[in-house]
């Protein structure tokens, strides 16, 4: 069997051994690049990959999966090399999107963008929080309109979602300087559009917004529930789909979970491929703290990096802004950050938090999240969607606004401090494997 036909055979295999969501995004783009002869009973297969990063995660998540199918197909023991290079991620950037016969013309912008010149992909940080979400972002960048269309990217607050979006805008220009690249906001998009009524200047509005070559939108879901600006989204939407223009979404949710989200709105931001963006681990944090340091010319040592890193678990805006806290806090005595500094800025930055925040204010909000009214939370009902939010809300007072247990259960309706104990328990044993969790205790947490 020649190397051609051997591929063939792998790839089939893991086609149906690989989720068809991670398939394309991994698999597909790598190619055979020669089957080294080494005994009689074992061969060395090297695979070329389109990037470094690419050859990390398929080491990582794939490599017993390709080995294994790869010994079963030549009947020989395998060992695995690769090399990166440019020829298998442009072989897969040439497949066009299984929705048109063939790709049609993009047409021509006026080279222009109004992106943010930080926030690329050099300067994004990768970690096991996001590491799909960049996967796919870097498949737009490379196939503008047809591979992933839209990107549907969802995520809780300050998680880096419209740096990711930003990135592939800026990476589509580099290849694309003729191109017309237009980040937006919801918000802008509405309240362009009313001033577009009020001023008669309906057809200017639609020629903007449909001229793009890529079109990238943050925060989608502001549009639910105006019914004129989502009818307006809608065939805007439209045109730049079905001339095969990039669009790329950015929202606090996925669309099914977006409330008065029109269906047809939903099913199509659904139609190309979702990816979420969770809280960055310690490692992730560690990474973004040190890079952040870099480009602040910022002197801090490891042991102190690591201290804010585990002291700020919520999202990437929070983390950030705790060094820069930490170093306004550090430049009265000499500019350098130690430990010391690091724990007593959270000591006190935590008190201030805590004398700011109601313990009322946490049940409202969090009942608010939850879609239930503060007086449900604290009734004797015990249906399990009104428990779960009943539980986080206790979490959050005790652990946060650190009440005593007896305190959190005379809240809700007088309940006995063991219930309290129990809940708080178990949203802690959840938080350990549950990333969605720590999302809604940190989207509460950034609404109190």
């Known amino acids: 069997m020649d190397i051609i036909s051997t591929w063939k055979a792998v790839l089939g295999e893991l086609e149906i051994s690989i989720s068809p969501v991670y398939f394309p995004t991994w698999i597909k783009p790598l190619s055979l690049e ?27 998540r794939y490599q017993g999966q390709i080995q294994r199918s790869l010994e ?70 490379k196939s503008p309109g047809t591979r992933y269309n839209p990107l549907f990217i969802y995520g809780g607050v300050g998680l880096g979602k419209t740096h ?36 008669k200047k309906t057809p200017a ?31 805007t939407f439209n045109e730049l789909y079905m001339s095969q223009r990039q669009v790329i979404l950015t929202s606090d949710r996925p669309p099914q979970e977006i409330a008065k989200l029109e269906e047809r709105l939903s099913s199509r931001f659904m139609g190309g491929l979702m990816v979420d963006v969770q809280s960055p681990d310690f490692e992730t944090r560690v990474a973004i703290l040190t890079q952040k340091c870099e480009v602040l010319n910022i002197s801090i040592p490891s042991e102190a990096i690591s201290l804010i890193a585990e002291r700020t678990t919520t999202n990437i805006r929070e983390l950030e802004g705790a060094l820069q806290g930490i170093y306004t806090k550090a430049v009265p005595m000499g500019g350098e950050i130690t430990s010391d500094i690091v724990r007593e800025y959270f000591g006190a930055e935590k008190e201030r938090r805590t004398q700011r925040i109601r313990p009322n204010s946490v049940i409202t909000k969090t009942a608010q999240y939850f879609s239930f009214k503060p007086a449900e939370l604290t009734s004797s009902s015990r249906k399990a969607p009104l428990t779960a939010a009943r539980h986080t809300a206790m979490y959050i007072l005790y652990n946060d606004l650190q009440l005593p247990y007896e305190q959190v259960g005379r809240l809700f309706g007088g309940r006995d401090h063991t219930t309290v104990i129990h809940a708080v328990e178990k949203i802690t044993e959840q938080l350990k494997t549950d990333p969605g969790m720590a999302k809604i205790i940190a989207d509460i947490k950034h609404g109190l």
Request: charged fraction near 20%; hydrophobic fraction near 40%; charge should be negative.
């Open 34 to 60: 020669s089957v080294e002869k080494i005994s009689e009973e074992s061969q060395l297969v090297t695979i070329l990959c389109p990037s470094a990063y690419h050859q990390t995660m398929v080491t990582q």
């Open 72 to 141: 079963r197909i030549c009947g020989v023991k395998t060992e695995l090399a690769y090399i990166v290079g440019k020829d298998a991620s442009a072989s897969s950037a040439q497949v066009p999107s299984p929705l048109f016969d063939e790709p049609k013309a993009m047409p021509k912008g006026e080279g222009s963008n109004n992106l943010n010149p930080r926030l690329t992909f050099e300067t994004y940080v990768v970690g096991g929080s996001n590491n799909f979400a960049y996967a796919a972002a870097s498949g737009a960048a």
């Open 164 to 199: 990711l979006m930003q990135a592939v805008g800026h990476a589509i220009y580099a290849d694309h300087p003729d191109w017309n690249i237009m980040y937006i906001s919801a918000e802008t998009f509405g309240s362009d559009l009313i001033a577009s009524l009020q001023n």
């Open 205 to 235: 509005f639609k020629k903007k917004y449909r001229a793009p070559n890529v079109l990238l939108v943050d925060d989608i879901q502001f549009i639910a529930g105006k019914e004129y600006i989502q009818e307006e989204f809608f065939h």
